[in-house]
């Protein structure tokens, strides 16, 4: 085990990521043989296969995933010996959080320059998609912790909260509930809806808090971004459940209306971290960053 070194380990975190030994070696700058030669010498030391081979893919297997989490520590250490005698103490590494939607589009961007600004760090990389896949790539090592709008069970995620916003239904100015001053639950019987695709928060949201309380609804269409259901709304095609963050610029606009109807629309935005991740100094001073982080407008503190 002794000969077990760091750039075979490097190759394996990259592999698991990339999926080939094509794509993972044009991501390390290496030959494909070269990349082939160590992951074969580190599971000749190891004694085990670390990946099944399924249609010219790498899938980590069992053995691969009791190593994944060890690796990517003694990588992160590694790189923390790297930075340890530098002049500057400052924070340092590679920092890549991923973020579901309404998150990754209406907070994160203000959340990260405020980082920056008070830590003076800039290498953060920023990977928005829909709560499902974001929490996917944190279980497979591909993202260092994630910001998300629906909380998740996942066995091997530490979810905690770090702020909330609140959802709100909206409709086309021209639709007659538009002009009235309250709204009840009744007014959206055999109504249509745009909705966001399976894995997103705001679906979720919609599905466990509004659509249970109404007898007859159709989804109208299923779209994969919010910018998609503003329009669709705008348009006439029906109501959305948005986030009031994601849809404050449209109503502003003129686009939609927010509808005033009595349920509670509060819900939490999650931190998550996988719990075998070794946490750098970077990673931690992140998470205490984002757990005493305030919006700072107040705009955006009146959605919150």
């Not at 629309?265 to 075998?276: A, G, Q, T």
């Not at 407008?297 to 959605?303: A, F, H, L, W």
Request: net charge negative.
């Amino acid at each position: 085990m002794s000969n077990i070194s760091l750039k075979q380990l490097k190759v394996f975190t990259t592999i698991t990521q990339h999926k080939t030994l094509t794509t993972a070696a044009e991501a390390l700058f290496l030959s494909k043989a070269a990349v082939s030669m160590a992951l074969s010498e580190l599971e000749k030391h190891i004694g085990h296969a670390l990946f099944d081979r399924v249609n010219n893919r790498l899938v980590l297997n069992q053995e691969g995933q009791k190593l994944l989490p060890l690796a990517d520590e003694l990588l992160s250490r590694s790189n923390a010996i790297d930075q340890l005698f530098d002049e500057d103490n400052s924070l340092s590494g590679q920092l890549r959080i991923g973020a579901s939607d309404t998150i990754g589009n209406q907070v994160a961007p203000y959340l990260l320059s405020q980082f920056r600004n008070t830590y003076q760090h800039q290498q953060q990389s920023l990977f928005i998609s829909n709560s499902a896949l974001i929490c996917e790539k944190l279980v497979d090592y591909e993202l260092d912790i994630a910001l998300i709008e629906g909380k998740t069970l996942h066995p091997q995620l530490i979810s905690t909260q770090f702020s909330q916003d609140e959802m709100c239904i909206v409709c086309s100015p021209s639709h007659p509930l538009a002009q009235q001053e309250k709204v009840t639950l009744r007014d959206f019987e055999q109504s249509e809806w745009m909705l966001r695709e399976a894995g997103s928060g705001s679906r979720e949201f919609f599905l466990r808090a509004v659509a249970p309380r109404i007898e007859h609804w159709h989804e109208a269409f299923q779209l994969n971004t919010t910018e998609a259901i503003i329009n669709c709304v705008s348009a006439g095609l029906g109501f959305g459940c948005l986030s009031k963050l994601a849809a404050q610029s449209a109503v502003n606009d003129g686009r939609i209306k927010i509808l005033n109807v009595p349920l509670d629309m509060k819900r939490r935005f999650w931190l998550l971290v996988h719990k075998e991740k070794y946490q750098s100094p970077l990673l931690k001073c992140f998470i205490e960053f984002c757990h005493q982080w305030h919006q700072g407008s107040d705009k955006e503190n009146e959605s919150l």
